[in-house]
């Protein structure tokens, strides 16, 4: 009795082993699968045929190239102001050289500015990068005398690397919603997944855009320069200080007409002269008659 009582419990404590190794083995196997948060939520399989299931729609890590494969993206901007000894020669140096080097002007301003008596030019630069130090020597060449002169330098590596792996995943993320699109078989999964797609390419072109224009602004460095002549500029006659100058001006041609009018009659001054001259003796020789016949009645 003993020897069957001894043989059910060593069966159960087998039985036991096996249901603990099988337990194990499931326990790795459910530990070792990756499971990745879903990207949509509540999208279920297109398959009406299949077990409704959680669509997984995450990126692998290595979906973009490694980040130092990617060369330094530098933007160069500036500003430069100074004297020139003439504004039209100076434009022409500064767009011949621009033409030379590959670049091209994208605003242009010309002022005469009465406050400080000078005609003054302001160019909005753009020039490739890898010549706008030769371009800027150029410039400053063709000065007379510099005012001011700024130049910045912008690191924007790792921006260009964060837009350039958005745009990445958001690519890899349209193109999986578009292989589920082509096996969707009912109108909601359809809309759902049209409206996600719609979503994601707004999002794809706001990357690009931001990443075509940091490309541009590497690629191409801005300069402002102002430059200017001192110089009387034509005021437009409403200022107080140019109606004296116009009055004083204009006194001082009165005066000299009369002058000059006067010296163009000379001979008319000349007989009153003469005249005056006869009257005052005239008058004095009667004045003297007068005197003598006084006196010659006294007595």
Not at 81 to 87: H, N, Q, R, T, V
Not at 117 to 133: D, G, H, Q, S, Y
Not at 137 to 165: F, H, M, W
């Amino acid at each position: 009795m003993k020897r069957i009582i001894y043989s059910l419990l060593a069966l159960l404590m087998l039985a036991g082993c096996e249901n603990g190794k099988t337990n194990t083995k499931e326990k790795i196997k459910i530990t070792n699968v990756e499971l990745v948060p879903p990207a949509v939520e509540d999208i279920k399989a297109v398959d009406s045929k299949q077990t409704p299931r959680t669509l997984n729609l995450s990126i692998p890590a290595n979906s973009v190239g490694n980040a130092g494969e990617v060369s330094k993206k530098i933007i160069k901007e500036g500003d430069i102001s100074f004297e020139a000894k003439d504004i039209k020669q100076t434009r022409n140096v500064i767009y011949n050289s621009l033409t030379r080097l590959g670049g091209y002007i994208g605003r242009e301003i010309e002022t005469n500015n009465s406050d400080n008596n000078r005609k003054e030019c302001t160019l909005n630069i753009r020039v490739p990068a890898k010549n706008f130090e030769q371009f800027l020597s150029g410039v400053t060449a063709a000065a007379e005398k510099i005012d001011s002169k700024n130049i910045r330098i912008k690191d924007v590596t790792t921006e260009y690397i964060d837009i350039t792996a958005d745009l990445a995943n958001k690519k890899k993320l349209e193109e999986r919603y578009q292989e589920l699109l082509k096996k969707a078989n009912k109108m909601a999964d359809m809309l759902e997944i049209e409206s996600k797609l719609t979503e994601i390419r707004t999002d794809i072109d706001a990357a690009q855009g931001r990443l075509n224009y940091l490309i541009k602004q590497v690629e191409y460095s801005s300069l402002d320069i102002t430059f200017y002549t001192k110089q009387l500029v034509q005021d437009n006659g409403n200022t107080f200080g140019y109606r004296l100058v116009s009055a004083l001006s204009d006194g001082w041609i009165v005066l000299g007409g009369l002058f000059f009018g006067f010296l163009q009659v000379w001979p008319v001054w000349i007989l009153l002269g003469v005249s005056v001259i006869i009257i005052k003796k005239w008058r004095r020789k009667q004045s003297q008659q007068k005197a003598l016949l006084a006196t010659a009645n006294e007595k």
